[in-house]
C-alpha cells in the first residue's frame, strides 16, 4: 500500500502534467459539451481544472463539485471561490439533491466498488434523465506500477464500462476509446520502461504537438480502435 506522502507526492505530479495539458483539458470537456447542461455535478473535482474548463461552457448554469481530500479542496477553492465544493463524496449530497447531469474525468478507477458508484448516480440523475461522462484509464494491459501508485484498482475497456453502465440502470449513448497515440506513450514510458512520474517537457510537447491532431482525427474521420482513455457517455433512465 502507498504510504500517504508518496500518495500525495504521485498525485502532485498528475496534476501538474495536466495543469500543463490545456488542449487536453480542452479535448475532454468538448467530448462532454452537448450532455453538460444546466446544473452539473463533477466528483472527484481536485484543484477545479476541469472544472473550470465546464464552467465556460455556455449552457452550464451551475457546477457543484464533489472532493474528498482535504489538500485539493484548498486548491479547488484557491482557483473556483464562488463555485460550491462538497467536501467528501456523492454520498454527501443533500438528500434528494438531483443534477441534469454527472462527470468523472480519471475518477473511476480509484473507487473500488465502482459499481454502486453508478447506482449512487444513476439514482441522482435518474429524476431528471441526466447524462452521466465518464473518462477512465483504459486497458488492463496498460496497468502499471504507476497505476497502483495512484491508487488505481483497474483500468477499463469498452466492453467493461458498457456492461457496468448497463446493469446499472443506464442506457448508452456513446463508448469509445480516447488519445490512440497517449496508448502508446503509456506502453513505452510506464508499462515497458516503467517510469514513475510525468516528465513535463514531454507532456508539453505531446499537448501542443501531437494531441491536436490526434483528436481532430478521432473527432472527424474515425474513432480508433484502442486509446489511452475509454470515454462513455450514458442517460438515466
Known amino acids: 500500500m502507498n504510504k500517504p506522502n508518496e500518495a500525495a507526492a504521485t498525485e502532485?505530479?498528475?496534476f501538474a502534467a495536466l495543469s500543463e495539458a490545456e488542449n487536453y483539458r480542452r479535448a475532454i470537456v468538448s467530448e462532454f459539451a452537448p450532455f453538460l447542461k444546466d446544473r452539473i455535478l463533477e466528483i472527484g473535482a481536485g484543484i477545479g481544472q476541469i472544472s473550470q474548463a465546464?464552467?465556460?461552457l455556455p449552457d452550464v448554469r451551475e457546477l457543484v463539485g464533489v472532493e474528498p481530500d482535504e489538500r485539493f479542496q484548498?486548491?479547488?477553492?484557491?482557483?473556483?471561490?464562488e463555485t460550491r465544493l462538497v467536501e467528501g463524496t456523492a454520498a454527501n449530497l443533500a438528500p434528494g439533491e438531483t443534477f441534469n447531469g454527472a462527470i468523472m474525468v480519471n475518477v473511476l478507477e480509484h473507487i473500488e466498488h465502482d459499481f454502486d458508484e453508478l447506482v449512487r448516480l444513476h439514482d441522482i440523475l435518474r429524476p431528471s434523465g441526466g447524462h452521466i461522462c465518464l473518462l477512465v484509464p483504459a486497458r488492463q494491459e496498460l496497468y502499471s506500477d504507476l497505476d497502483a501508485h495512484f491508487g488505481h484498482f483497474r483500468r477499463y475497456s469498452r466492453t467493461d464500462l458498457r456492461e457496468k453502465l448497463l446493469a446499472a440502470g443506464f442506457t448508452i449513448r456513446r463508448v469509445d476509446y480516447f488519445n490512440f497515440i497517449g496508448y502508446f506513450a503509456w506502453l513505452v514510458r510506464f508499462r515497458l520502461m516503467r517510469g514513475m512520474s510525468f516528465d513535463i517537457n514531454q507532456v508539453r510537447l505531446f499537448d501542443r504537438r501531437l494531441l491536436p491532431v490526434g483528436?481532430?482525427?478521432?473527432s472527424n474521420v474515425v474513432r480508433p480502435p484502442i486509446g489511452q482513455s475509454v470515454i462513455a457517455v450514458a442517460t438515466a433512465v
Open 12 to 14: 502532485d505530479f498528475e
Open 54 to 56: 465546464i464552467l465556460q
Open 74 to 81: 484548498q486548491g479547488f477553492r484557491q482557483r473556483l471561490p
Open 215 to 218: 483528436h481532430w482525427i478521432e
